[in-house]
C-alpha cells in the first residue's frame, strides 16, 4: 500500500477513535442527568458533532480536510446550533391576569430583575430560596403537580419575599389577605406564570396547613 493512502487510512481511523472518544466522555459528563435530558443533549451536541468529524476524515483523500485545524474546527461545537433551551428563558416582562380572580385580587404583574411588580401598586422584592419540583406538596395533601397541572418533574421557583431596605421589615399585603407574605412559588410555561404567596412565619412543604398559602394566580405573556 502507497504511503499516502497508508497515512490517510490511519487519519480516518484516528478521527473514527476521537469521535468515538467525544461521545464516551459526554455520556459520563451527563449521566446524572435524566435520560431524556441526556438524549436530547446528545441529539443536538455530540451526534452532530461526530458528523462533523466523519466529514472531515472524508475529505482527507482531497487535501481540503484542513490538517488538524480542520479535526479541531470539526469537534467544536457549532455555534449555529447554540440557542437557549425555552426552560431557561429568564422570567422577565408583563403578564396579564389569565382569570377572574387574579383579575380582581392583582390585575397583572411585572418582572423586573427580582422584583414582582403588581398592577394595584403592591411590590414582592425577593432573593431566590429554592428550586422545588412539582411531586412536592406545598401543603399538606397538595403537590405543585396536582395544582397546576404540571409535571412530576417540573421545576417550580421559590423565592423569599426581602423587604425593600434593610431599616424596614416586609409590609403587610393586600393580596394576601391582610397578613405578611413570606414566599413566592412560581412556574413558568411558555407564555404563562402561575403563582402561590404564603403567609410570613409559615412553611412551604407536607406539613403546611391550607391556610398557609395567601394568593393563588395565574398570568398570561401580553
Do not use: Y
Not at 443533549?41 to 452532530?48: G, N, Q, S, V, Y
Not at 474546527?73 to 422577565?92: F, K, Q
Not at 401543603?139 to 405543585?144: L, N, R
Request: aromatic letters at 6%; proline letters at 6%.
Amino acid at each position: 500500500m502507497p504511503a499516502a493512502a497508508s497515512r490517510q487510512t490511519g487519519l480516518k481511523r484516528l478521527a473514527a477513535a476521537l469521535a468515538f472518544l467525544c461521545l464516551v466522555l459526554f455520556l459520563l459528563a451527563i449521566e446524572n442527568r435524566q435520560a431524556t435530558e441526556a438524549w436530547r443533549a446528545l441529539r443536538d451536541e455530540a451526534a452532530p458533532a461526530a458528523a462533523r468529524v466523519a466529514d472531515w476524515a472524508a475529505r482527507l483523500p482531497s487535501g481540503q480536510a484542513d490538517g488538524l485545524t480542520g479535526l479541531k474546527t470539526a469537534v467544536a461545537t457549532d455555534p449555529r446550533r447554540v440557542a437557549a433551551d425555552p426552560r431557561d428563558i429568564v422570567l422577565t416582562g408583563e403578564f396579564g391576569p389569565a382569570d377572574e380572580a387574579t383579575r380582581v385580587a392583582v390585575g397583572a404583574v411585572t418582572f423586573v430583575g427580582a422584583d414582582l411588580r403588581f398592577e394595584t401598586g403592591e411590590i414582592f422584592h425577593t432573593r431566590p430560596l429554592r428550586i422545588a419540583s412539582g411531586r412536592e406538596a406545598f401543603v399538606a395533601g397538595q403537590t405543585f403537580a396536582g395544582r397546576w397541572d404540571a409535571l412530576a418533574d417540573a421545576q417550580i421557583e421559590l423565592r423569599r419575599i426581602a423587604p425593600g431596605t434593610r431599616s424596614r421589615p416586609v409590609a403587610a399585603s393586600a393580596p394576601c389577605g391582610g397578613d405578611v407574605p413570606g414566599v413566592v412559588a412560581l412556574l413558568h410555561r411558555r407564555d404563562r406564570v402561575d403563582m402561590l404567596v404564603f403567609r410570613a412565619r409559615t412553611i412551604v412543604g407536607p406539613d403546611a396547613p391550607p391556610a398557609a398559602v395567601c394568593g393563588a394566580w395565574s398570568f398570561r405573556k401580553r
